[in-house]
């Protein structure tokens, strides 16, 4: 974009500083050979049922609006999932399919928050929520959350950051970019806080399926006094594989329900009709295909911890998603020119952590979503590249 052009935005525009990003890809096209562990996309194929149920749906004509909050037989099903695995009650008018979770993201924002109203968001974290409440006008205050506590949010940092204009907090658990779980009492600690201080709280929960170790996500609207004041967030992509299907879901209560609607409305309409019919398919069809996802990405996830072991770098215990978010301070460099160096010399694609908003430059997110085969020969050619610094 030319400076003339880009100085007629509106205010409400913020762009941010992506160089390092932009330099990667740029160094990327012009390699061979380049393992990438760095975008949220799993590489696993969504399941055959879904799929088929997607092409029988074309076939049979799934190709136009369809209810503005979804089909209602599929907001059924979502209220039996969220009652069968969550332990949540929403009714079907409670329930909204939308394109994608990033999209009631967005719808929630919009609905909510008003201008110069303040909404507490984890840092490192998922950085299209800051977009979200800076297009809302709002300001996304950041809580750090550390190696120390495994990622996790916590509700003392959260009281530290409250002020008389705080309207909203944000928790992502498990989170990208660390794989944190936050645990059941730091999630009933919160819930006080927001109980308290009469806060809006959004639950994203899109890789809840997606835990190891007997890590619990505890869905926070099951807790006394917070349906009421829950945005739950959820959605298809990351636990069936379904990222460019686009369908997505919230539930909240009444009091939020029909605000949030009109803007998802405004915005999509609807989400794509094929999509729903293959979400339908993903939740009443077999649940082992999630399963042997998870045990592929916890096989990965076991085998870049015990190599990162190997190569004296730390790291937060990933107990959910599929990242590993690792602490490269050691080999000298900031995790910025470590991902550049890592890229020019190894040939792999590492992000580092100030893309997801992170408070320093000494991590970086390495994404699980290779073949063990591909993801041994990244670390491979890791560990030449960090015993070089290291020994340097």
Same mark, same amino acid.
């Given at each position: 974009m030319d400076i003339p052009m880009q100085n007629k935005l509106a205010d409400r525009i913020k762009l941010r500083e992506e160089s390092v990003r932009t330099r990667m890809l740029n160094i990327a096209g012009k390699l061979d050979d380049?393992?990438?562990?760095?975008?949220?996309?799993?590489?696993? @194929?969504?399941?055959?049922?879904?799929?088929?149920?997607?092409?029988?749906?074309?076939?049979?004509?799934?190709?136009h609006y369809t209810h503005p909050m979804g089909m209602p037989i599929l907001r059924e099903a979502i209220g039996e999932t969220l009652?069968?695995? +969550?332990?949540?009650?929403?009714?079907?008018?409670?329930?909204?399919? &939308? &394109?994608?979770?990033?999209?009631?993201? $967005?719808?929630?924002?919009?609905?909510?928050?008003?201008?110069?109203?303040e909404v507490i968001v984890p840092a490192p974290g998922y950085t299209s929520y800051d977009q979200a409440i800076e297009l809302a006008g709002g300001v996304p205050v950041p809580v750090a959350t550390y190696e120390a506590d495994d990622f996790a949010l916590?509700?003392?940092?959260?009281?530290?950051?409250?002020? @008389?204009?705080?309207?909203?907090?944000?928790?992502?658990?498990?989170?990208?970019?660390?794989?944190?779980? &936050?645990?059941?009492?730091?999630v009933e600690a919160l819930a006080a806080l927001a109980v308290e201080h009469d806060l809006i709280v959004i639950s994203d929960e899109i890789y809840a399926r997606l835990v190891y170790d007997g890590?619990?996500?505890? @869905?926070?609207?099951?807790?006394?006094?917070?349906?009421?004041?829950?945005?739950?967030?959820?959605? $298809?992509?990351?636990?069936?594989?379904?990222?460019?299907?686009?369908?997505?879901?919230f539930a909240t209560s009444p009091g939020l329900v029909k605000a949030l609607t009109e803007v998802h409305h405004g915005l999509t309409i609807c989400a794509p009709a094929v999509s729903q019919h293959a979400a339908l398919a993903?939740?009443?069809?077999?649940?082992?295909?999630?399963?042997a996802m998870r045990e592929i990405y916890d096989q990965r996830r076991k085998v870049m911890c015990r190599a990162l072991d190997e190569m004296g770098l730390s790291y937060g215990?990933?107990?959910?998603?599929?990242?590993?978010?690792?602490?490269?301070?050691? &080999?000298?460099? @900031?995790?910025?020119?470590?991902?550049?160096?890592?890229?020019?010399?190894?040939?792999?694609?590492?992000?580092?952590?100030?893309? $997801?908003?992170?408070?320093? +430059?000494? $991590?970086?997110?390495?994404?699980?979503?290779?073949?063990?085969?591909?993801?041994?020969?990244?670390?491979?050619?890791?560990?030449?590249?960090?015993t070089a610094l290291v020994g340097s």
């Open positions: 380049v393992i990438a562990l760095g975008r949220g996309d799993p590489d696993l @194929p969504t399941p055959a049922h879904i799929v088929e149920a997607g092409q029988r749906a074309l076939a049979n004509g799934a190709t009652a069968d695995v +969550d332990g949540l009650n929403y009714a079907i008018d409670e329930i909204v399919v &939308t &394109t994608g979770a990033q999209e009631a993201v $967005f719808a929630a924002m919009l609905a909510c928050v008003n201008p110069g109203d916590t509700a003392a940092a959260v009281a530290a950051k409250l002020s @008389p204009r705080t309207k909203m907090l944000c928790l992502l658990n498990p989170s990208n970019p660390t794989g944190a779980v &936050t645990p059941p009492s730091e890590a619990e996500v505890l @869905p926070v609207a099951r807790l006394p006094g917070m349906k009421e004041r829950t945005i739950t967030i959820n959605g $298809f992509s990351k636990a069936y594989a379904m990222t460019g299907w686009r369908v997505g879901y993903a939740l009443q069809g077999p649940q082992d295909c999630v399963a215990k990933p107990a959910g998603a599929f990242y590993v978010y690792a602490n490269v301070s050691k &080999t000298g460099l @900031p995790a910025s020119e470590f991902c550049v160096r890592l890229l020019e010399d190894a040939q792999v694609m590492i992000f580092p952590g100030s893309l $997801f908003g992170d408070h320093n +430059d000494n $991590f970086i997110r390495i994404s699980l979503l290779q073949p063990v085969e591909r993801l041994e020969q990244a670390i491979q050619r890791m560990a030449k590249t960090v």
